[in-house]
């Protein structure tokens, strides 16, 4: 008989996206040993709106993946806002502890740069594995994992005192571990196309729309918001999502939407001609404010998406993955320090205890505002009296992209900060 081979490493990491692929990186920085199990072959597409936010810049600035635009990205200096019959440009904040600018790129580039970035510091990456589910010990903790490997799906076990579930919304890994998603927390469905575009791939704004109109239903208001964003390329991410808050939830014909929308945009941006679609209309969940709760258990730490950790203010989840990957690593290399036992585990739990001191207020403040902009007359009063003031504007864009200093930032930082201090953790 021919025993499968089972393969070891000091650390599994469970999916090759943004935060696996970043957590496989700060941890081999550490010296670990790490196996990236990814069930796609690179470069493969992934379904986002491609945009980066400074939060994000400064984690691949973290990783020492550099941003020049000649190494394919984008610049953006800020956000371009739309509603209310304004058309507002708010560029990134100056502060200390972000850079000013953003970055868009396709993920079908984006994931395989960071997945060969991980490779390059010493992780083993896995491409053709898809993980089936937890290996467990007698006592039931996690201490590897099971794939099916390649075209043939054959069968392998793959080994570690420690696991990262980084597998993304379908949080394959977690839901085998019983981990429901909690109903309490916000989540968005979110759908995008890439269009030729001219006259707009180049744009240096990322490009948010607050109010959807359709041509076909006599200028009716749709549900949802939107964003257009150039890639430089010749192509543009053009996508539109809708929160569980919002009265469409789980009856909306997104595909219908979006090409409505884009019916109503100028002739010359050509997003309302099928001759310039570049790919078919896909789209994807937004897990977000902690909607998978605990972040570690049993041996298995959940980063990014697999733990709901979108932004419930902006949908922006690739920061946040990349982040909770860098505090897993950190938190992972200082457990495997210790002796497997209680020592061990009090590291471990300080990993859900960081994230909720983090981004627990902050989530919970991203929720209520989720369910107020449920609601389209508070939205409307919200578009029409916010959006012409720009003091107020920029105080809305610090909150919304979470940018701001925390030690010796200006008033509106104090304000944002002290706000997510004291709003219960999510
Ligand atoms: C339409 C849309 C637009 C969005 N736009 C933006 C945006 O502009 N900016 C932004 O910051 N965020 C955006 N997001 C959110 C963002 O895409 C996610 O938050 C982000 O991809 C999360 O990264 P992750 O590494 O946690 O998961 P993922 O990127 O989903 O990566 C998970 C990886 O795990 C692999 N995997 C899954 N299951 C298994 C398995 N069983 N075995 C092995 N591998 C597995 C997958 O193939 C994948 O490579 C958008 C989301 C949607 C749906």
């Known amino acids: 008989m021919v025993v499968a081979e089972t393969r070891e490493a000091d650390v599994v990491v469970v999916g090759a996206g943004p935060g696996g692929s970043s957590a496989a990186y700060h941890l081999t920085r550490h010296g670990l040993t790490v196996l990236l199990l ?21 984690q691949l600035v973290r990783m020492g993946i550099g941003t020049d635009p000649a190494d394919g990205w984008l610049h953006n200096k800020g956000l371009r806002i739309l509603g209310g019959g304004v058309r507002m440009e708010l560029d990134w904040p100056d502060l200390a502890s972000f850079p000013d600018y953003g970055l868009t790129r396709t993920r079908l580039d984006f994931d395989q740069l960071l997945a060969l970035h991980a490779k390059g510091a010493g992780a083993e990456l896995l491409t053709g594995h898809n993980v089936t589910g937890p290996v467990l010990d007698d006592a039931g903790r996690v201490v590897g994992v099971t794939a099916a490997v390649g075209p043939g799906k054959e069968p392998r076990t793959f080994r570690a005192p420690l696991v990262l579930a980084a597998d993304g919304v379908s949080a394959r890994l977690a839901l085998a571990l019983g981990m429901a998603k909690r109903e309490d927390r916000p989540i968005g469905v979110a759908v995008r196309r890439y269009y030729r575009s001219p006259t707009r791939h180049d744009d240096d704004y990322l490009e948010s729309w607050l109010e959807l109109r359709s041509k076909e239903a006599g200028d009716k208001l749709l549900p949802g918001y939107g964003w257009i964003f150039g890639l430089g390329d010749g192509r543009v991410n053009v996508g539109l999502g809708v929160l569980n808050s919002s009265a469409a939830w789980g009856r909306t014909n997104f595909r219908a939407m979006l090409t409505d929308w884009l019916a109503t945009t100028p002739p010359d941006w050509g997003m309302n001609d099928e ?35 979108v932004n419930p203010f902006n949908g ?35 990993y ?75």
């Open 352 to 426: 859900p205890a960081e994230l909720k001191a983090r981004y627990g207020g902050y989530y919970r403040l991203g929720h209520w505002f989720v369910k107020l902009i449920g609601n389209p007359q508070l939205m409307r009063i919200g578009t029409r009296h916010a959006l012409p003031h720009p003091v107020l504007m920029r105080f809305v864009l610090k909150l919304m992209a979470n940018l701001t200093d925390p030690r010796g930032g200006d008033a509106m930082d104090r304000i944002i900060n002290g706000l997510s201090r004291l709003a219960p953790a999510a």
């Open 275 to 309: 001759a310039n679609a570049a790919g078919p209309i896909l789209g994807a969940a937004l897990p977000m404010g902690f909607n998978r709760v605990p972040h570690y258990t049993r041996g298995v730490l959940l980063v990014g998406d697999s733990g709901g950790m």
């Open 38 to 58: 990814e069930k796609t072959e690179f470069p493969r597409e992934k379904v986002c709106g491609d945009g980066l936010t400074p939060r994000a810049v400064r």
């Open 316 to 350: 922006e989840g690739i920061a946040y993955a990349m982040e909770s990957a860098e505090l897993a690593a950190e938190t992972v290399v200082q457990a495997l320090a210790r002796p497997a036992g209680p020592a061990r585990e009090r590291v471990l739990q300080g």
